[in-house]
């Protein structure tokens, strides 16, 4: 038995990919993708042969079984997940457009995940053979009984020395069940030793100001600046973060910054051209910085790891990566 696995949890999701105008009704036809930050992440650790361990919640049937199928496939620990409630949330987003668009339409009211309960998981035993534990600011915005199962899992890792990683990914229409982000996620923060976000997440969701406030008619020099002092902010809030990495994706141009034992670190800047898809990069990245720790990369290889990754993700359809570790490391720069 591997005891060394990464350990994801969150919600799984359709992705319905619909074409502008009504082509997709008249041919009778819409893409699917399975979805999910925290699947996503999975699947691209999977891809690069980390194992993984997933844990969602899902109503026992035959599409069940079906997506349990090919994530078995995908060398994805499926073990723990939860059987319970009614339906798969899903969403609709066109394809090409970015998650934070007015766009998405999401559907996954009372879906499994977002009336899963606490207690209902045992987590001394699904934990059992992990040394990595990954969830997103999403499990949180969903339900009540969402946030108190992502607590308690929290408090299971840390009695059992798990190292915790978050994305600290903001969903403005999600958030709806009478909880703010600021009355929630700090309290989830401090369990955390690895974060990923960008300067605006962080102050949506912890409260930090950014010193600016658009990407837009700023150099690159000025958002490194303004990231490292939000950073450094961060860690003095968050004593128990060690890793802490902010993303720019600007209108033709994508790098990272990362902030490891009081050292800040830039990545290459990679250029953006013809992309195809946006859905997923952030997911791709965070994949990219637990692949890079697990492997112990120096913090030079690890943000430039992370940001090739997320680049090349930008060129693939579906939620999830498939390019190889070769692929990323050849677009290095």
């Given at each position: 038995m591997n005891i060394h696995k990464v350990f994801c949890f969150g919600e799984?999701?359709?992705?319905?990919?619909?074409?502008?105008?009504?082509h997709f009704i008249e041919s009778h036809q819409m893409p699917l993708y399975l979805g999910g930050a925290e699947l996503n992440v999975a699947r691209a650790l999977a891809n690069w042969e980390v194992p993984v361990k997933y844990v969602t919640a899902m109503p026992p049937h035959f599409l069940t079984d079906n997506i349990l199928g090919y994530l078995n496939q995908k060398n994805i620990d499926t073990s723990a997940i939860q059987f319970s409630g009614n339906r798969?949330?899903?969403?609709?987003?066109?394809?090409?457009?970015?998650?934070?668009?007015?766009?998405?339409?999401?559907d996954r009211d009372n879906s499994s995940f977002a009336n899963i309960q606490k207690g209902s998981i045992d987590w001394p035993l699904v934990l059992k053979d992990v040394t990595w534990f990954h969830f997103s600011a999403i499990s949180a915005s969903l339900t009540q009984n969402a946030l108190e199962v992502c607590m308690e899992a929290l408090n299971a890792a840390t009695t059992m020395g798990i190292p915790i990683s978050i994305?600290?990914?903001?969903?403005?229409?999600?958030?709806?069940?009478?909880?703010?982000?600021?009355?929630?996620?700090?309290?989830?923060?401090?369990?955390?030793?690895?974060?990923?976000g960008n300067l605006w997440a962080v102050e949506e969701m912890l409260g930090i100001q950014s010193a600016i406030h658009?990407?837009?008619?700023?150099?690159?020099?000025?958002?490194?600046?303004?990231?490292?002092?939000?950073?450094?902010?961060?860690?003095?809030?968050?004593?128990?973060?060690?890793?802490?990495?902010?993303?720019?994706?600007?209108?033709d141009?994508?790098?990272?910054?990362?902030?490891?034992?009081?050292?800040?670190?830039?990545?290459?800047?990679?250029k953006m051209n013809d992309v195809k898809n946006i859905v997923g990069t952030g997911d791709c990245f965070m994949a990219g910085?637990?692949?890079?720790?697990?492997?112990?990369?120096s913090p030079e290889e690890l943000i430039n790891f992370a940001a090739a990754a997320a680049v090349g993700k930008l060129y693939e359809l579906g939620d999830a990566t498939e390019q190889s570790i070769e692929q990323i490391k050849n677009r290095m720069l």
């Open positions: 799984i999701l359709l992705h319905y990919a619909p074409t502008s105008g009504t798969i949330g899903c969403f609709y987003l066109e394809s090409g457009l970015d998650m934070k668009s007015a766009g998405v339409v999401y994305d600290l990914n903001y969903r403005a229409k999600l958030w709806q069940y009478g909880k703010t982000p600021l009355e929630v996620m700090p309290q989830l923060v401090k369990y955390c030793s690895v974060i990923m658009s990407s837009e008619g700023f150099s690159k020099a000025d958002l490194e600046q303004a990231a490292h002092k939000s950073m450094l902010l961060l860690k003095e809030q968050f004593p128990l973060l060690n890793t802490i990495a902010y993303t720019f994706r600007l209108a141009t994508y790098f990272g910054l990362l902030f490891n034992k009081n050292n800040f670190y830039t990545s290459s800047t990679y910085l637990i692949y890079g720790i697990r492997h112990k990369n």
